[in-house]
T-cell receptor, first 113, second 114 residues
């Protein structure tokens, strides 16, 4: 799986959009970008994933650059409950070798009042 | 209803003991996993288990063994516990083995070895 690079930490004001970047310059054509988050003392939570096109669900939007070497997770209206560590993971979608996720250090997002 | 549950939530034990952590999922998923999160907060995969096929992360000591009585359960047995086994252990499940399926995680079990 391609390696990802994320900022260690970020702050965001409550009610504003939180934009979390992720670099994955060695991504392959068949690798997806996944985002998970871990709120303090809880298990990781799936947020969203995508391949080439931008994706949106009830939690967030995922913007992937045209060359696919980087992406941005957008939380449109951050709340205090969005304070968490956010993980960007790149992996092959149709890989039957265990579907095992490799977590990096992630970005610690602090949403402030 | 809790999708992925683990018991116990906390486990304190002494070095050399053998312990088990239980995991159950009510999502009807075919694949289950165990992850370890150490004191530095890094999450590492330990096992992937699907239809009696076990895929092991090569870094996991053989003192750790997953056991699945049925598709909805994947328990983690740890023999001869060591201080370095202290961590939070997360169980997860997904629809299938292919990498396209998102994983649902349990709340974690905090293991402390003294």
């Amino acid at each position: 799986d391609a390696k990802t690079t994320q900022p260690t930490s970020m702050d965001c004001a409550e009610g504003r959009a939180a934009n979390l970047p992720c670099n994955h310059s060695t991504i392959s054509g068949n690798e997806y970008v996944y985002w998970y988050r871990q709120i303090h003392s809880q298990g990781p939570q799936y947020i969203i994933h995508g391949l080439k096109n931008n994706e949106t669900n009830e939690m967030a939007s995922l913007i992937i650059t045209e060359d696919r070497k980087s992406s941005t997770l957008i939380l449109p209206h951050a709340t205090l409950r969005d304070t968490a560590v956010y993980y960007c993971i790149v992996r092959v979608a149709h890989n039957n070798a265990g579907n095992m996720l490799t977590f990096g250090g992630g970005t610690r997002l602090m949403v402030k009042p | 209803d809790t999708a992925v549950s683990q018991t116990p939530k906390y486990l304190v034990t002494q070095m050399g003991n053998d312990k088990s952590i239980k995991c159950e999922q009510n999502l009807g998923h075919d694949t289950m996993y165990w992850y370890k999160q150490d004191s530095k907060k890094f999450l590492k995969i330990m096992f992937s288990y699907n239809n009696k096929e076990l895929i092991i992360n090569e870094t996991v000591p053989n003192r750790f063994s997953p056991k699945s009585p049925d598709k909805a359960h994947l328990n983690l047995h740890i023999n001869s516990l060591e201080l370095g086994d202290s961590a939070v252990y997360f169980c997860a499940s997904s629809v299938g083995l292919a990498g396209g399926y998102e994983q649902y995680f349990g709340p974690g079990t905090r293991l402390t070895v003294t």
